[in-house]
């Protein structure tokens, strides 16, 4: 590793984000290089000075009061409460949600069943959008499966069957890690035209039970398995080429 | 009814980072009483929202609508003549610093300047790369926290990151308190 990647690299090493490989990598290249080291002592410098000299400040106890006064109130007083507030607070709140609102608009419009199934299937949604929403849904940027593969081996226990379907219009373009309730998954993204497709590699505990395809505010949610693994893959394709996606990964996975 | 269990989701999750939220708003607004009013303000627009809450990270849900809500304020406040912009002006940010007691030894007085010149340099700082270094350093965010918070790519944190900590950098050693090093 040359010193210009290497101090590319740094920040990355110095916050736990590279992978073990490249974590590897860098510090065979950091044994020999002076100046990264010297770059690697001040960004802890720093950090020492922000964590322990800068002023962490408490929640007063009595904001701690009012929520829990609050939380323990019951629900229909509070609806009462939460009006007078948003009255009295409407300026704020307008920019609140024009700062922010996208990703909640979106949930929004969610379902609201208590099924276990429904929670999965909500989750699923809600990943795609908020990736889509904060415009990176791929962490690690790749076309090459022998990439994306091990940049999971670092980070998540399982590592997923990474496969590209480029020759057949469906590209493999990256991948990032997720949650699916308070699992992290692997979710592998790929593109097919303008369209993103996010495919959740399904840990084992919540294999989805229904196969046919979900709708929700145009988008669809298909489940496959790819190399052996359940996944589900959620997209604003056409139904039928995000079926047709769908099929493909399952014969590969068939092995024919 | 589903809002139950959410509503008790929302609850736990802001009395367990209650911490993180108020020293959030606290760097971001410069003041005591914004910042538990932007808290509050909050939890109310998470209790509203929480059926809108479906998985993901709860912790940076919750700390992008704490986010949100100061930035809402501060907006606010930019427009009010009466109040003065926190980026820019060194005395302004000093007014709200934590005054401690009489500190007559000398080795606490060394630490209470240090820790004020910290403080001075990090407020003065603009805005954007203030909320990124206290998410990574202080609340000790992942890079994907960060950019769910901030709503924003991974790579405009890395890059918020890297400039934001340059310039701290910077201002700390021109204001000379860097002599001797901490940590390594
Ligand atoms: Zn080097």
Redesign the pocket.
């Known amino acids: 590793m040359d ?1 210009k990647t ?2 590319d690299l740094l920040p990355l090493y110095f916050d736990g984000e590279l992978d073990r490989a490249t974590s590897r990598e860098f510090e065979a ?1 950091l044994d020999e ?1 002076a ?2 080291q010297a770059a690697l002592i001040e960004l802890d410098a720093l950090r020492q000075s922000l964590r322990h000299e800068a002023a962490r400040y408490k929640a007063p106890q009595a904001l701690r009061t009012r929520i829990e006064r609050a939380a323990a109130a019951p629900v229909a007083a509070r609806a009462l409460q939460n009006r007078v507030r948003w009255l009295a607070l409407a300026a704020s709140w307008v920019l609140a949600f024009v700062a922010g609102g996208f990703t909640l608009e979106a949930w929004n419009h969610g379902s609201a069943s208590v099924s276990e199934e429904s929670q999965l299937t909500r989750d699923l949604f809600a990943s795609h959008w908020r990736a889509l929403a904060a415009a990176a849904p791929i962490d690690v940027v790749s076309t090459d499966q022998h990439t994306v593969k091990p940049w999971f081996a670092g980070r998540i226990a399982v590592s997923p069957t990474v496969r590209d379907y480029a020759d057949q219009g469906y590209a493999l373009i990256g991948g990032r890690i997720d949650y699916v309730g308070s699992e992290r998954v692997p979710v592998l993204v790929y593109r097919h035209g303008k369209h993103l497709i996010d495919v959740f590699v399904l840990p084992p505990a919540v294999v989805p039970a229904g196969t046919a395809p979900v709708r929700q505010q145009g988008y669809v949610l298909e489940r496959a398995s790819m190399g052996g693994q359940a996944v589900a893959m959620v997209s604003d394709m056409d139904e039928t080429e995000l079926t047709r996606f769908r099929d493909l990964v399952d014969a590969s996975s068939r092995g024919e | 009814m589903i809002s139950t269990p959410s509503r008790t989701v929302v609850d736990e999750l802001a009395l367990r980072h209650l911490d993180a939220a108020y020293n959030l708003g606290r760097w971001l607004l410069g003041s005591e009483q914004d910042a538990a009013d932007a808290v509050h303000d909050a939890y109310l627009r998470a209790a509203r929202a929480c059926d809108t809450y479906a998985g993901g990270n709860a912790r940076a849900w919750w700390l992008a609508i704490v986010r949100n809500c100061c930035l809402a304020r501060l907006a606010v406040r930019s427009k009010d003549t009466r109040n003065v912009a926190i980026d820019g002006d060194p005395a302004a940010a000093e007014r709200w610093l934590p005054h401690t007691g009489a500190d007559d030894i000398e080795e606490r007085l060394d630490s209470s300047r240090r820790t004020q010149q910290i403080d001075v340099q990090l407020q003065r700082l603009p805005v954007v790369y203030r909320e990124v270094l206290i998410l990574r350093e202080i609340e000790e965010l992942s890079y994907r926290e960060i950019a769910d918070v901030l709503e924003t790519p991974m790579g405009t944190v890395m890059s918020r990151l890297a400039r934001g900590r340059a310039l701290l950098q910077k201002a700390l050693t021109e204001d000379g308190t860097t002599g001797a090093p901490h940590g390594l």
């Open positions: 010193c290497a101090s290249h290089c100046s990264c």
